[in-house]
């Protein structure tokens, strides 16, 4: 009964509550004159927002807002010019959104959104599959300025629509692209284009806007581009593709040539984005740049996937402003990374070419260069490789002869030195005095063997500088390499399949120069470990080293040049053949056995005096001698 009287009383409760409710909720109803306060109250403070959010559209701005509007009327005008300031002008005016123009040399795009190049096409060239060479194309290349306004707006010319208009200065065509303020206040781009001519004058100027800029602010020129894969090998591509600039008058610098880099530079004279064969250069014509933040991103981890640019560069230099306006003169370099080509310009664009450092680069450009250029000339540029190569064998040819005259009186002396060894088996130290000391008076140090073949290696290293940046050797053909600046593939394995450091294809030269490489160091190396005599203490073993470079040298030309220039492998294969039939030749024909030991013994029965460097040495291992003997005799 009590828990039936407990239920009542929780209803009752409850629609008590409900009641109080439903009455409160009834008193608080608004008014029909409530409603209506209440709904204008609304409206203004949505009127209100709106009002707020115009104001703010002024700073902030999206793509939309630079739209090219053809026809406004005043109060558009007036809306466009509240939200983007002066600058809207230039939506009001009309143009095509491309200017193309042509000369000997390009085929050109200019944009009108922005101002810029879109399109720059090399009429003379096509790259590794007949496609015409593109430094500028599908957006891979962007050039902006930004700059501050009075009214505390950040502009990017990017952004907005410029002008165009062609007209021609005698034989050279001028295309000027002016982003408007008004018809008499505008920042230009002018581009001068001479006939038969890859450097285009290009110069930045602005007219009536030093009452726009807002000059205590930086006026910043922004150029990013990805380099265009035009090679075979993108890898190999990417190796000579760098950044290059010179600053301080003379000085020439890359960034990185593999990973990523960056780098902030003062006084810049120029800067060439290197894409291998071709580049990008922009020049400071007027003064240099006081300061640019450069950047190098390689594009290239995985050659399957990442196969359409090798590199991204970027630089950001401020502009300075003079009487408050922008007035710079520049050269807008694109075209083949050749030699000959950028030397005609006298800015010292040529030192962008990796020639090699030091004595190498000195002697690509003093003999090589020219050499090469002139049998190619008049001969097939395989055919000038082989002669070129003779030529560079004939004039060391002196060194392999020192060389080979130094191992046969070492052959000569082996029975006397093997005595020496014998005699003193128990005294490492005499037997090395002894040994000098014959040497020493037969005139045969090994030395006198060793110093004539570093003189080779400023030659091997520059050569190997030289084939892989020879312009002239690109896309040019020989026996069955059609390209060699490239490899000259025989097999391509099949899609997907590749061997690690060595690739998915099979080239032939480098096959050649690995299997004349083996039978070279075969004879030489052969005939140098026979002559060694045990290793002394503590001294690595010479002859086991020499046998496993036998293999290792072939095998790393076989595995590293797979994928280089097969101009390189046809000069290494043609200098192997030469230095094998030279030694033949020297060892059958020029060196009498009889006739070097006749003046063996003479050298021997003459006292021979020593140079101080010797007599140095001679006194060291007598006090090593002297020093043994004493501790041999304490330890007794």
């Known amino acids: 009964m009590e828990e039936k009287k407990l239920d009542i009383n929780s209803i009752i409760g409850f629609v008590l509550i409900f009641g109080i409710l439903v009455f409160m909720m009834y008193q608080n109803t608004p008014t029909p004159e409530e409603l209506e306060a209440q709904k204008k109250a609304e409206q203004e403070q949505v009127e209100a927002e709106q009002r707020e959010s115009k104001q703010n559209e002024t700073l902030v701005t999206t793509s939309q807002d630079y739209a090219p509007v053809k026809a406004l009327d005043s109060t558009q005008l007036a809306e466009a010019k509240n939200r983007l300031g002066a600058i809207s002008y230039a939506l009001t005016l009309p143009g095509d959104d491309m200017t193309i123009v042509e000369t000997d040399v390009f085929e050109l795009k200019f944009q009108r959104q922005g101002g810029q190049l879109a399109e720059v096409k090399l009429k003379n060239f096509v790259d590794y599959d007949s496609v015409p060479i593109y430094m500028v194309k599908n957006q891979n290349s962007n050039f902006n300025i930004t700059f501050n306004t009075n009214d505390g707006r950040l502009r990017n010319t990017q952004d907005f629509p410029f002008q165009p208009s062609v007209t021609k200065s ?32 290009f110069s930045v100027k602005s007219q009536g806007l030093n009452g726009i800029f807002n000059t205590s602010q930086p006026i910043t020129l922004d ?4 380099g265009i894969r035009h090679a075979k090998s993108i890898s190999y591509e990417n190796r000579y593709t760098r950044l290059t600039y010179m600053h301080d008058t003379d000085r020439v610098e890359k960034l990185g040539q593999m990973g990523d880099d960056e780098e902030t530079v003062e006084d810049v004279e120029w800067l060439s984005y290197r894409q291998h064969f071709f580049s990008s250069i922009l020049v400071a014509n007027d ?26 560069y970027t630089t950001k230099m401020p502009l300075a402003f003079n009487g408050g306006e922008v007035n710079k003169n520049y050269g807008l370099y694109y075209g083949p990374t050749d030699a ?27 003999l090589f260069i020219p050499l090469f250029g002139f049998l190619s000339g008049f001969l097939p540029y395989g055919i000038a490789i082989i002669v070129m190569t003779v030529l560079v064998k004939i004039m060391l040819s002196f060194v392999q002869y020192k060389q080979f005259l130094s191992q046969a009186k070492m052959k000569i002396l082996k029975p ?3 005595a020496i060894r014998a005699k003193y088996k128990d005294n490492k130290m005499k037997a090395q005095q002894e040994t000098m000391a014959l040497q020493s008076k037969a005139g045969a140090s090994p030395l006198s063997g060793c110093l004539p073949g570093l003189m080779q290696i400023p030659v091997f290293y520059a050569l190997f500088m030289f084939f892989p940046t020879a312009f002239d050797l690109r896309q040019k053909s020989f026996l069955w390499a059609d390209d060699l600046s490239s490899f000259d593939s025989i097999y391509d ?57 036998i293999y290792f040298s072939p095998l790393l030309m076989l595995v590293f040049f797979n994928n280089y220039a097969s101009g390189l492998s046809l000069y290494y294969f043609i200098s192997n053949l030469i230095s094998i039939g030279i030694m033949l030749v020297i060892k059958n024909y020029i060196i009498d056995e009889e006739k070097v030991l006749a003046k063996i013994e003479v050298s021997k029965s003459k006292p021979k005096k020593q140079n101080r460097f010797q007599r140095k040495m001679a ?18």
């Not at 240099?288 to 991204?312: A, G, I, R, Y």
């Open 170 to 201: 005698g034989d050279n065509t001028v295309v000027s692209m002016k982003l408007k303020f008004s018809e008499q206040e505008f920042l230009e781009y002018r581009y001068e284009l001479k006939p038969d001519d890859y450097m285009i004058d």
């Open 223 to 226: 150029w990013r581009q990805k």
């Open 287 to 312: 003064n240099p740049f006081s300061k640019v933040e450069m950047t190098s991103k390689n594009l290239v981890e995985d050659e399957e996937v990442d196969s359409l640019f090798t590199k991204l």
């Open 340 to 366: 000959k080509t950028l030397k005609a310009y006298d800015k010292n664009l040529e030192e962008s070419i990796p020639f090699g450092w030091g004595i190498f680069g000195w002697i690509n450009k003093a």
């Open 416 to 418: 006397e030195l093997d």
């Open 493 to 549: 394995f099949p899609d997907g399949f590749s061997i690690p450091f060595y690739g998915d294809h099979v080239a032939l030269f480098p096959i050649l120069a690995a299997v004349a490489i083996f039978f070279y160091m075969k004879m030489t190396t052969g005939q140098q470990t026979a002559m060694q005599g045990p290793p002394q203490e503590g001294m690595p073993d010479m002859s086991k080293m020499m046998k496993y470079m």
């Open 619 to 636: 006194e060291m291992m007598e006090q090593a001698e002297q020093q043994k003997q004493a501790q041999q005799r304490r330890k007794k």
